[in-house]
């Protein structure tokens, strides 16, 4: 089983939902490292920043080397479901990080609201899946409870539309109660096509839920959402990992690195304690 945990671009960027990092790029990895960690995800928009600043894919790749860590996840792929084919510019920088670093997936989802129209927006879908599946890059579609892509349900049957065989689904524990989601809509679902799992807690709220969201992403325990049998019932259903770790709430992006590093792995660890080893 793979028990091994990623730390989210989110996590240790020290910073807000799409806000620039505050913490460098070598210092998440060598808090990350030095927490447990075996891997570490980058946005794409950080990705970008750091170019420009001159950090070539050389620079990236030594650092993670030096930390004996995996560049695991991307995030975000966004834009595409309810119309247009997504950002170029994001798409591109996905690609890149894929041909550079391999990583296990790239992030995808809805932010607007607009209504969904399943079949086209799996056909958009599958040209993305298409462009990274080169890199070996997996497509983990996420559930938005404020979005077009409002449960995991929907996110489902977009993946399941798009005929994709790299594509699949993102299972966020916050997003996946306050999308009203119930391990019943993952029944009959093939356990290869849960991309990953992204551990944080919460509450479940009943409006607001983008600030909620952004504010209110706990590390695991610290909330009321139900991970142990959010995470039984995914692995009776077969899944075995990759876990991630996506932490985000004013307090803890203020702490240093280290500290932030610490407690998302060690109460992530714990999380995962009460799951079978087989």
Request: glycine share 12%.
């Amino acid at each position: 089983m793979n028990r091994e945990l990623t730390a989210s671009f989110v996590t240790l960027s020290g910073a807000g939902f799409a806000q620039p990092a505050r913490v460098p790029f070598a210092e998440r990895c060598r808090a990350a490292a030095a927490a447990g960690f075996t891997g570490i995800g980058l946005h794409t928009d950080d990705y970008r920043l750091m170019g420009a600043d001159g950090a070539s894919d050389a620079y990236l790749r030594a650092v993670l080397g030096t930390h004996g860590l995996a560049l695991n996840e991307i995030e975000f792929l966004s834009g595409w479901a309810a119309a247009g084919a997504g950002d170029a510019d994001t798409v591109a920088a996905a690609g890149a990080l894929g041909e550079a670093f391999r990583p296990h997936h790239v992030t995808a989802g809805e932010f607007t609201a607009d209504e969904l129209d399943i079949d086209a927006a799996g056909a958009r879908l599958r040209t993305i899946c298409d462009g990274v599946a080169a890199y070996g890059l997996r497509v983990a579609v996420e559930a938005f409870p404020w979005s077009g892509m409002k449960d995991v349900a929907t996110a489902r049957a977009v993946v399941e539309a798009s005929g994709a065989a790299n594509a699949g689904l993102m299972i966020d524990v916050w997003h996946f109660y306050n999308t009203r989601s119930s391990l019943a809509d993952l029944d009959g679902l093939p356990p290869d096509r849960i991309v990953a799992v992204q551990l944080n807690d919460g509450c479940v709220v009943d409006g607001d839920f983008l600030t909620e969201a952004r504010q209110g992403r706990l590390l695991p325990g610290d909330g009321e959402l139900d991970i142990a049998g959010l995470l039984l019932g995914l692995h009776e259903r077969g899944f075995r990992g990759p876990y991630c770790v996506e932490v985000n709430y004013p307090g803890y992006r203020d702490l240093p690195v280290e500290g932030m590093a610490a407690q998302a792995f060690t109460t992530a660890s714990k999380a995962l304690e009460a799951l079978p080893t087989h």
